[in-house]
């Protein structure tokens, strides 16, 4: 195709706005498959049913790995090393899996009680300084960045500095940008200097250890630090990313607000991430080899992104998709964490995390509102994360 008539194609992503599903969706349902232009002026297959999204994130002819190959076509630069693009199957490849995931465990001895008292001193502070507070900021963020600062064992006051680089390290841009390099380099320099820190414990400690084991040889610190690196920013975008959106619902949505109020935060967790809109961009693959998807025949070597947002309102999959209904049977088959090989592996943790930071204020403030026009949130997006840049409340 040509470079004018990729111009011509629709540009996705549709809408940042985070309070209401994209309106180009609707037409969407009767064209599951359709041509779009990126962020970086590529052409993709948008898929927005669930039959078809569940499709491509379950098979393996559809890769994740591959997006970051040199000439493919891209959703946005790159602002991350290539190879970190496929995290999850580096740290398994290196044999690091099960040290990540027992950092992960949301039932790790002492994590909820520290999760509850975080989140009890956040609000402490809130209301110490006076309405109006900043729930962004002042909450989602230190919150979800002082955990995992406990699991990898790394100071919480070390948190800020990690946390300022990733509206950068995760930029949707449409071209590379130095400053991504910058940020990268100076973390992966930290997480070194931690390996060596006899201060230094949970999960990077446990990694600095390996490198005495003869098997784990083939690692090298960078390596390592990178894991940490990654962890700590991948992880903070999601969980920060998915409670923001859930307090957006709250102040936003009455509805969601009354079911959470006569009904609790536990149960509503699975329809509350059905019904988030922090995921602005499509999760990307690239087709391994000709694929027929639905109507269309997708050749090898091209892009398609994965509209979750369409496929956890697809009528199809969940009836009056718009409605929130935490006991919703299906609830739990949203494609919010993703598919296939490439789910979540911190799910659980997300889901508790969030649940805790939703209780702690819900029964600390009731009182909670947004103290700004929603008209008037600005919106920004990281790392496929459309969030608000400040969410200003009262109580």
Known sequence: MSTATTSALPAFPFDWDGTRLPAEIA????????????????????????????????????????????????????????????????????????????AINPKAPGLEEWLRARAASLVDALVAEGAPGELRGGYADPYSSGLHCRMLGIPEEDGPRLLR???????NAPREIEAARLN??????????????????????????????????????????????????????????????ALVSVLTRPDVREALTAGGVAGAMDELLRVNLSIGDGLPRVALEDVRLGDVDVRAGELVLVLVEAANHDPERFPDPLAFRPDREN?????????????????????????????????????????????????????????????????
């Open 165 to 171: 680089s990733l509206d950068v390290a995760f930029m």
């Open 27 to 102: 037409g969407l349902r009767a064209e599951p498959v359709r041509k779009v232009r990126t962020i970086a002026g590529a052409e993709a297959w948008l898929v927005s049913s669930y039959e078809l999204c569940r499709f491509v994130l379950e098979d393996r002819r559809f890769s994740l790995k591959d997006t970051s190959a040199p000439g493919a076509p891209r959703q946005y630069a790159l602002t991350i090393p290539p190879h970190v693009v496929n995290n999850m199957g580096n740290i398994t490849g290196a044999g690091l899996r099960k040290a990540v995931m027992k």
């Open 331 to 395: 609830a739990g088959e949203h494609l919010s964490f993703g598919g296939g090989s490439h789910y979540c592996p911190a799910t659980a943790l997300g889901k508790r995390h969030a649940e805790i930071a939703l209780e702690t204020l819900l029964d600390r403030l009731p009182g909670l509102r947004l103290a700004v026009p929603v008209e008037q949130l600005v919106w920004r997006t990281n790392f496929m994360k459309r969030l608000p840049e400040r969410l200003p409340v009262a109580w």
């Open 184 to 245: 990268w380099d100076r973390d992966i320099a930290y997480m070194t200097e931690r390996l060596d820190d006899a201060a230094t414990g949970g999960l990077m400690a446990e990694l600095a250890a390996l490198r005495e084991d003869p098997d784990y040889a083939h690692l090298t610190d960078e390596m390592l630090a990178t894991v940490g690196v990654t962890l700590f920013g991948a992880g903070v975008i999601s969980t920060a990313g998915f409670l923001t959106m």
